[in-house]
Every structure is written in C-alpha cells, then in structure tokens.
C-alpha cells in the first residue's frame, strides 16, 4: 500500500525563525508555459498562529479549495501580488519576466523578509537570504499559499479577459495552447494579450492580422 502523500508544512519557516530569519515569505508564480495572458507572481508571509488548514500545491487543489483558501490566506497573511505582462515576456524573455515579477512581489510585502524562500531552481533578485526549494508548493507552506493566490488571481483575470475577448475562449484554457484555442487563433488571429515571442503565436501572427 502507498504511503500517504506529504502536504505542506510550517516546518521549513519554523527552522527559520528559529534560526532569527524572521519574517519568512514564501514565493511562486503561476502562467509561465501559456501562449496569452501575465505571469502571475506571488509572496506571502504566514502568521504561524493562523497556518490554513489545507494548504497544497495549487494543482491538486479543486477549484473550490482553491477559493476557500485564497479568502483565508489574504485575510490572516502578508500578501503581494505582481504581474510581468505579455509585453514584457517578450520584450524579456519568460525566464527574466517570471524573475522580475517574483522579486516585485516581495518588494510589494508590507513586512521586508529576511529569507525567501522560492519554488523550484532559480531566484530572483531579491534584497535578502533565499532558498530554491523543487517542487516548494508540495513542501513548504508558505509557498504553497503563494501558489493558491497566484493561481486563483491568474484564473480570475483570465476569466475578465474572455469576457473582453469572446471566442478565444480565455475563461477555459486560460491562455494555454490548447486544442480549442489553436482554433479561435485560426478563426481570430493574434489579439493583444497574447505572447508574440512564443512560437506558435509568432506563426500566427505571421498569418493573420492582429484583432
């Protein structure tokens, strides 16, 4: 029989602040891979007397979850949001995009942290110590709010740019490149809120007028 998958946890902030690194931010991103629409990068610092029950990385979380612990987190955390818009994906490059926008939502933090720690392998240039953890949003708390808050931020603006956009289809896909939105491309072309660096978009682009 499989053992029981570990959920996230408070210990890594606790070694933190045991260590005097306090505050502590967790930090993740959310829309890297998608053909339209922002990254969008996320810092919280959880207060430890008000961990949400059921934090997780935000893929194995149903919508509802997600919803439920987005109101928990932004009403008991420290929570800063930044976006790195289409235009400075490619103006960038994904990669230095994702960064810039991770390091803007720590800045954006009421409290400056001491330590950051950061989901996956690279960091971005932040003032402060920072830690990359593989696969942090599994692991570590903190990190695993970040990515419920980016992941429901993300999926509601996505939703508002459907609704600004009819037929591509943005509230379902939200902008990745997914059998129906290479057919709204076909049909619409190129609109202003996708990635024209991406490959697929820049093929398109080169077929059709922008909308």
């Avoid at 505050?23 to 207060?47: H, I, K, N, S």
């Avoid at 979380?61 to 008991?76: D, G, T, V, Y």
């Avoid at 400056?112 to 392998?121: A, K, M």
């Amino acid at each position: 029989m499989a053992e029981p998958r570990q959920k996230p946890d408070f210990s890594r902030e606790y070694e933190a602040h045991r260590a005097g690194e306090v505050p502590v931010a967790g930090v993740d991103e959310v829309g890297r891979g998608p053909w339209a629409g922002p990254v969008v990068a996320c810092a919280v610092v959880l207060d430890p007397a008000r961990v949400p029950v059921g934090l997780d990385d935000s893929k194995r979380l149903s919508a509802a979850q997600r919803e439920r612990l987005f109101e928990e987190i932004c009403a008991s955390a420290d929570v800063s949001l930044a976006f790195a818009p289409p235009l400075r994906i490619d103006g960038h490059n994904i990669r230095q995009a994702t960064l810039w926008a991770l390091a803007r939502a720590v800045a954006g933090l009421a409290c400056t942290p001491r330590l950051v720690l950061v989901d996956g392998n690279d960091l971005p240039p932040v003032p402060c110590a920072a830690r990359t953890i593989i696969g942090g949003d599994g692991l570590v708390a903190s990190i695993a709010a970040a990515s419920i808050v980016a992941k429901v931020t993300r999926d509601r603006l996505m939703g508002a740019l459907g609704a600004a956009h009819p037929g591509y289809g943005f509230e379902r896909h939200m902008g990745y490149g997914t059998p129906e939105h290479q057919q709204a491309l076909a049909a619409l072309g190129v609109c202003r809120h996708h990635r024209t660096s991406f490959a697929p978009i820049r093929t398109r682009l080169a077929e059709t007028p922008t909308a």
